[in-house]
């Protein structure tokens, strides 16, 4: 009965590597973003998704690629990863016509070694 | 744009004491706002929101906001805080069909 899913839950990797989160929802909503916090814990917008077209794109470098096959996924994949992108990454949705509340996941721990 | 300002950074306060969460937003245009509550190694949660109404805000785990539209501000307010309110708590401002804007967060820690 999860609203929104994100997985893996941890991932560790090497520097070089590409990796991808996967994230669903449930809710019927048409939006869905990916936000970035770090370790002092601001969040950061990366990309917003309104019914599989890209509506927001925030500078991020551009081996970060989303990807959303329908309305419900929408799948971040990252290439030739960094130290730097180490973070927890969120993925969320809302309904963008009304007050556009956020639902978040659980979060993506992304530790790059 | 929209901004969101949270002032303080970090809040430390004693159980069982109130504890007040500033929140301030700039915005020329109706809003909707919103207080998350991000418990640790957790995903963020709904604390309460404002979309239209009664000022005053009632939400989970006791907490409660006031809109105040002269003061540009949604503050947080609980009249008693427990050890487990320790977390971090974003504001955040939106409007229809606009871009959801977080601030930068304050840290509660409820001294025990």
């Known amino acids: 009965d999860t609203a929104v899913s994100q997985t893996p839950k941890y991932l560790v990797t090497q520097m070089g590597n590409d990796k991808s989160i996967k994230c669903e929802q449930n809710l019927g909503h048409d939006t869905m973003y990916w936000y970035k916090q770090d370790s002092k814990k601001f969040l950061k917008i990366m990309f917003s998704?309104?019914?599989?077209?890209?509506?927001i794109n925030e500078t991020v470098p551009n081996r970060f690629s989303p990807k959303s096959p329908d309305k419900a996924h929408l799948n971040l994949h990252i290439n030739s990863l960094e130290l730097g992108d180490s973070a927890v990454y969120f993925c969320?949705?809302?309904?963008?016509?009304?007050?556009?509340?956020?639902?978040f996941g659980p979060g993506t721990r992304l530790t790059v070694t | 744009a929209q901004s969101v300002t949270q002032l303080d950074s970090q809040v430390p306060v004693f159980e069982e004491a109130p504890v007040e969460l500033r929140c301030n937003y700039s915005?020329?245009?109706?809003?909707?706002l919103f207080w998350y509550v991000q418990y640790p190694n957790q995903g963020l949660q709904l604390l309460l929101k404002y979309l239209s109404g009664s000022t005053l805000v009632k939400g989970i785990n006791g907490f409660e906001a006031e809109f105040n539209k002269s003061q540009t501000s949604f503050h947080l307010r609980k009249p008693s805080v427990h050890i487990s309110d320790t977390a971090e708590y974003f504001c955040a401002v939106s409007s229809t069909g606009n871009q959801f804007y977080f601030g930068t967060g304050t840290s509660l820690t409820v001294i025990p």
């Open positions: 998704y309104n019914n599989k077209e890209l509506i």
């Open positions: 915005s020329s245009v109706s809003v909707y």
């Open positions: 969320a949705s809302s309904q963008l016509v009304r007050s556009n509340e956020q639902y």
